[in-house]
């Protein structure tokens, strides 16, 4: 046969229904639906964790060694591929006493522009104090705004936030004044992601030589361990049970493909007693599983791509949605063609007879 003739006799089959293509197209396309849509959602909720665990404060390492971090060298480590931010926090025994309640006066700090960045504060340019956003409710102030204190009025810069959420406590109420020319820090908070050992290491470089024997030692720690010490996306990814949905996306496709030839056994059969070529039914047979195969393909990779893609992960969204389609194709395929190597002609009889 000619390869006009193929298609033509091909589209026959699959406009009048001969193939099923409906039926096939909607079985397949719900099972790899079902099995890419469990597969995204376990993506999805291990990405919900590592979020949630970064903003929570468990990436964040911090090192705390009374008047001996130096404000410079912390905000360095900034610089370093996989930090997002560095910044060094002082902490006087100092005071800002709001005039509006002079009873509860705010704890102070000083901090460099890096620590600002660690805490993710809402700052703007015009200078002054950044208030917890728990010190700043209770005050009434917003970003902008003047606050009266017992040493005269300073403006309020931004916010920052640090609920209680089994990060350290003792600094949810508390007001950040600028470091400006202050050299030497108590703290030291590195914000890194994804988390890298080092970091414990490279904190210590911060440091400047102790002023007597007396000196407690610095403590290295996460500023929120409650998450636990490590956060291990790869092993997550790679360990989730839903990995193995290529494979059953696969092994179904097979089984139906086999299913839709063996429906049709019996004029396939009659074919071959015909005279048609072997060649020509197996090119008609692949193109017509290749019209049911291809459209839930195609819904799936195009879901994926919904989902995942319209956050930027356009690379995983292909990957994941790959993963599904293209077993379920080759699986169908080859289902198809394992069907028409069952299918013989001396068998005709005997398949018109179970029929």
Same mark, same amino acid.
């Given at each position: 046969?000619?390869?006009?003739?193929?298609?033509r006799e091909?589209?026959?089959?699959?406009?009048t229904g001969?193939?099923?293509?409906?039926?096939?197209?909607?079985?397949?396309?719900?099972?790899?639906?079902?099995?890419?849509?469990?597969?995204?959602?376990?993506?999805?909720?291990?990405?919900?964790?590592?979020?949630?665990?970064?903003?929570?404060?468990?990436?964040?390492?911090?090192?705390?060694?009374?008047?001996?971090?130096?404000?410079?060298?912390?905000?360095?480590?900034?610089?370093?591929?996989?930090?997002?931010?560095?910044?060094?926090?002082?902490? $006087?025994?100092?005071?800002?006493?709001?005039?509006?309640? $002079?009873?509860?006066?705010?704890?102070?700090?000083?901090?460099?522009?890096?620590?600002?960045?660690?805490?993710?504060?809402?700052?703007?340019?015009?200078?002054?104090?950044?208030?917890?956003?728990?010190?700043?409710?209770?005050?009434?102030?917003?970003?902008?705004?003047?606050?009266?204190?017992?040493?005269?009025?300073?403006?309020?810069?931004?916010?920052?936030?640090?609920?209680?959420?089994?990060?350290?406590?003792?600094?949810?109420?508390?007001?950040?004044?600028?470091?400006?020319?202050?050299?030497?820090?108590?703290?030291?908070?590195?914000?890194?992601?994804?988390?890298?050992?080092?970091?414990?290491?490279?904190?210590?470089?911060?440091?400047?030589?102790?002023?007597?024997?007396?000196?407690?030692? $610095?403590?290295?720690?996460?500023?929120?361990?409650?998450?636990?010490?490590?956060?291990?996306?790869?092993?997550?990814?790679?360990?989730?049970?839903?990995?193995?949905?290529?494979?059953?996306?696969?092994?179904?496709?097979?089984?139906?493909?086999?299913?839709?030839?063996?429906?049709?056994?019996?004029?396939?059969?009659?074919?071959?007693?015909?005279?048609?070529?072997?060649?020509?039914?197996?090119?008609?047979?692949?193109?017509?599983?290749?019209?049911?195969?291809?459209? $839930?393909?195609?819904?799936?990779?195009?879901?994926?791509?919904?989902?995942?893609?319209?956050?930027?992960?356009?690379?995983?969204?292909?990957?994941?949605?790959?993963?599904?389609?293209?077993?379920?194709?080759?699986?169908?395929?080859?289902?198809?063609?394992?069907?028409?190597?069952?299918?013989?002609?001396?068998?005709l009889f005997?398949?018109?007879?179970?029929?």
């Amino acid at each position: 046969m000619r390869l006009r003739s193929i298609l033509r006799e091909v589209g026959r089959n699959v406009l009048t229904g001969t193939t099923r293509s409906v039926l096939l197209t909607s079985v397949l396309g719900a099972v790899c639906l079902v099995l890419l849509g469990a597969d995204l959602l376990a993506v999805r909720s291990i990405e919900n964790a590592a979020t949630a665990f970064r903003e929570a404060g468990g990436s964040t390492m911090t090192i705390v060694a009374s008047g001996r971090v130096d404000g410079a060298r912390c905000e360095a480590l900034g610089q370093i591929s996989g930090v997002r931010a560095a910044g060094a926090l002082a902490l $006087p025994q100092e005071k800002v006493t709001a005039s509006s309640l $002079p009873g509860a006066p705010l704890p102070a700090g000083y901090a460099t522009d890096g620590f600002l960045s660690v805490v993710h504060a809402d700052v703007d340019r015009g200078g002054g104090v950044v208030l917890s956003e728990d010190a700043a409710r209770t005050l009434g102030r917003v970003r902008a705004d003047v606050l009266e204190t017992t040493d005269g009025p300073t403006r309020v810069a931004g916010t920052f936030p640090y609920p209680v959420d089994g990060r350290r406590s003792g600094l949810g109420y508390l007001a950040l004044l600028p470091g400006g020319d202050r050299a030497v820090f108590d703290e030291c908070w590195v914000e890194a992601w994804p988390q890298d050992e080092r970091l414990r290491t490279l904190l210590f470089t911060t440091l400047l030589p102790p002023a007597d024997e007396s000196t407690d030692d $610095p403590v290295v720690g996460q500023l929120n361990a409650s998450l636990g010490a490590a956060f291990d996306g790869h092993a997550r990814f790679a360990d989730r049970i839903t990995r193995f949905g290529g494979v059953v996306a696969g092994v179904f496709a097979l089984l139906l493909g086999i299913v839709a030839v063996r429906a049709r056994r019996v004029e396939l059969a009659a074919a071959l007693h015909d005279r048609v070529r072997a060649a020509d039914l197996w090119s008609m047979s692949l193109l017509e599983a290749t019209a049911w195969v291809v459209p $839930p393909l195609a819904v799936c990779m195009a879901t994926s791509m919904l989902v995942l893609g319209a956050r930027g992960d356009l690379l995983l969204a292909a990957v994941l949605g790959a993963r599904v389609a293209i077993p379920a194709g080759l699986g169908a395929l080859l289902g198809t063609m394992f069907g028409l190597a069952l299918t013989r002609e001396r068998h005709l009889f005997l398949y018109a007879k179970d029929r």
